[in-house]
């Protein structure tokens, strides 16, 4: 999957808005959503409420999880451990650039939301380059991937196969390389 599949993913997750019109409930492949009334929450996925917004026909409501200082405890959680933590939302990095990107005037603290995700996602980075680096130097033959997002592994995913393929080739070539000097020796 590239980033873009996994943006598209994102976007079927629910959140809250406001709309300001009214219309009865709308059909679509993946469910119903409203009916809408105005001044009234209603659940739509993240796509319908970006669009929305861009219309100016909605107020979007802040996701529970994106708030400023729950989002700094999950930075330093992070920080602390050694492995990953769970994070509040499977897309917490495209779901709030979705949203900030268009309601960051529905959003209190949207600044400070921006600096905390930004913060997690550089600190989950560096443990998993860390990670992978462990583990190529372990030689391991599998890793446990645990509370890790689909863009987290999406963004090493070009790099992992092509750095296991040279360390095959590596070993390889050392064991012909010493299984033919073993053999012309005898």
């Known amino acids: 999957m590239d980033p873009c599949e996994i943006e598209f993913l994102s976007e079927k997750e629910l959140v809250s808005i406001i709309p300001n019109f009214s219309f009865d409930m709308i059909h679509l492949i993946s469910g119903s959503v409203g009916p809408f009334r105005a001044g009234l929450p209603v659940k739509v996925p993240i796509w319908l409420a970006v ?4 219309q100016q026909k909605c107020r979007i409501i802040n996701q529970d999880w994106m708030d400023a200082d729950s989002l700094n405890e999950a930075k330093e959680e992070e920080k602390l451990s050694k492995l990953f933590t769970k994070m509040p939302s499977n897309h917490y990095m495209e779901e709030a650039q979705l949203l900030l990107n268009v309601a960051s005037d529905d959003i ?8 905390a995700i930004k913060d997690i996602w550089d600190i989950r980075m560096s443990k998993l380059r860390t990670s992978i680096d462990a583990f190529l130097k372990s030689e391991g033959l599998h890793a446990k991937l645990d509370h890790l997002t689909a863009m987290e592994i999406n963004s090493v995913r070009p790099l992992l196969p092509h750095a296991l393929d040279q360390m095959l080739r590596i070993q390889t070539g050392g064991r012909a390389t010493q299984s033919h000097y073993s053999g012309t020796s005898q």
Not at 51 to 54: A, E, M
């Open 51 to 54: 669009n929305l917004k861009q």
């Open 108 to 115: 209190s603290d949207a600044d400070r939301i921006k600096t």
